[in-house]
């Protein structure tokens, strides 16, 4: 696969003068890492060839009539061509001895008989040869740090997630939201048709991947169930599913969807427990819990929750013993502790949830976050900020990322509730990868997929 | 209750210089409507009079060594002295004969039984002068039209959500997130200890409220459960509830934070939906519900979903078919209107999600929304946007837009996936009143909340 995700050489067939389409956008990501401008965007590394027979150059490259006519080597052969003429260009691609064939082009196994027997037989010809092969079908591929073979609109932060996913829109989206909010990804793999390599085969990949910490996958059906436990069983990181098709009207989406049938979610989900693989039903839950994941070791279940609104701290803590998620009692050295320091206010609660009330400044935040995090048996904590007056969320986001770095195996969720006057301070955890949330519900998911 | 939330004239007993302190910002939002600004902000329409011993003015404003020193008559007095100070202002007032009292200031019940005596002492002398008093121990209370006689930053966009609060800090944070995402308040009152006035009393003074469609609540503990049911019973409009304390977690953290005690969830949760309240989990249902409830009758169960994308519209119809939302099937008369408007891609899914295909540009949102809307027994839709290059999600805003005012009593639930290059469009949308997620699992919950 080493090909495919780090290639040297590209060749593009199916290069378009187009600005609306796909074999245009390819182009772009390929030179400028994205078609829409981001930070994270990075041109490819390597050589681009671009193969259109009706242009003698697209963007500032030269056009070949066809892969052959390139007198280099080419490790990568991405194809947007149409369906009919996708087998003809594999051909040529195995003559041309490439590495790795990635087919973009729709019109395949999804549609019908006819096209099914398209996909047969470039299938029948890479497999022959030996060569792997991504799609068809798909959205192709991003490698963060070395390639954009894809069609997506740009390319997210870089990072530690690894994402396979049988929905290449859903890709799409997932890049734009880790954009705003500094999602990093090593791999984005839309593995379309699944003809030659399958989801089975990218989590071998991410397995060994040194960039991938944490591997996180939208799966609609599997062709070989006995591959992907095999897969899975070897590969060492965590893996987290989010399964499209559970129900009817989910199974009959399928259908349209890709023409594949989804099977019967029973079997999946005793699968997927049985390999320790955490099942999630919603998209966020996938990526935010892929993250913390990567970063952390599962953590007791002893935690402690920090507030400057007694509601939302009763509300929080509803929520955890509704999850399963144990509060721990302050230790009465941490209460001594709390009292010696002369930061907390008369009225503080003295147990958890710890509020210590409204007018908290930044200083009364970090000295309660210290004392409880540096009580042995506390595990993580969640820190709420209700929007008062003189609660600044910006210094309250500097104590929280501080006290990180002193606690680095007791994750921190920051819960900062609010809007205009609060965004600045959770986009400043957002910048340092501290999980910021607004509401209690998603803080309390997420770390209760950090507890063992 | 009229002296209350539309004085013509306020007396602010501990007006205060200092720029951190609750009496201060209680000016400042009486003058400017907000501590912070924001284009939602007004200044309180009637007079102002400032009660401080020790100051000849703050911020422009005359200070009175005590209320009896104003001359004239005064409708609402806002008390924000220390406890010890409280009962000999209220007999001030009672002398003065003002129209009602809020008491911001803390330090009676809910600090023990010293506290407890404070507030007996005043619940008596208000009782025997038949004065409405809220607090003690509260925000204040805001009426987005009238006045902000509160401590909060800032006062939220006027609208039709009237909010009763046993939490202040909860308030604060649901005005700044309320400003970000143009959620609309009529009245905002926080109960504090409930001494004289109750949650109760302010379901009946909402209930008759013309600017109020819908009514939230957040409750930790009732003292007269049969006061609460007789007046939710005679109130029209629809309740949402979030009931803090339902857990042994939760009930601990009410006893720190006003301590009450909070009873048994499980005989609440009976009343609440015997008496038709919706109940929810979170915070942000509490608002959202709220907001579909005072703009949409219930509907029937037969909903349609359109996406750009196969894999989220596989994802949403799993978690409608998991809340038992029914997806209509797509009529041969809806198909045929889709087929001869000559918009659709060749491979749409011809069926219920309806999948436009990632290239959809707006024309084709609007063509099939319109078409799908327009099928008699489909009630409500899911509008999924994914990013693609080609999407513009200004545009298919503006289209959801045009839409509502269509079909206005089908509501349309947008569900635009992504961050950087979507929020604009998320933003117009916002701004017109459409519910607008990210993921899905919202989006199918804000649904699930107007199906009969």
Redesign the interface.
Known sequence: MKQIFEPRTVALIGASRDE?SVGH?IIKNLIYGG??K?QYNIPFKGKTYLVNPNAKSILGLKCYPSILNIKSRIDLAIIAVPASFVPSIVKDCIKKKVKGIIVIS?GFSE?GPKGRKLQEQILKDVTKANIPLIGPNCLGIINTKHINAS????TPPQGHIGFI??????A??????????NYGFSKIISVGNSASKDVSDFISYLAKDKDTKSITI?L?ALNNGKKFMQAVKKCKKPIVI?K???????K???T???GTLAGSYKVYNAAFKQLGITIV????SLFLYAKLLSEFKKIKNNIAIIT????????T??????EGIN?AKLSPSTLQKLDASGKMHP?Y???N?L?II??ALSIRYKTALDCVLSQKNISAAIVIQ?????TDPVENAKVIVKLKKKYPKKPIIALF???????AGKHYLEIYNIPVF????KAVKALKALIK
């Open positions: 609306l956008g078609v829409f981001t729709a549609t069609f997506a609109p740009s996913t049988q929905s290449g829109a859903l799409d989206s997932i890049i734009d939201w880790a954009i705003e909010k939208y609609e989010l499209g098709g559970k129900t009817d009207f989910g009959e989406a399928i349209t969807h890709t039903e919603d998209i966020e400057n609104g007694g509601g939302c701290g009763v509300v803590a509803d929520l955890c013993s509704a509060l009225a609660s003295r147990s949830p509020d409204g007018d209700t929007l008062q007056t003189m509730m609010g809007g205009k006057f609060t965004k607004e509401f209690p519900n």
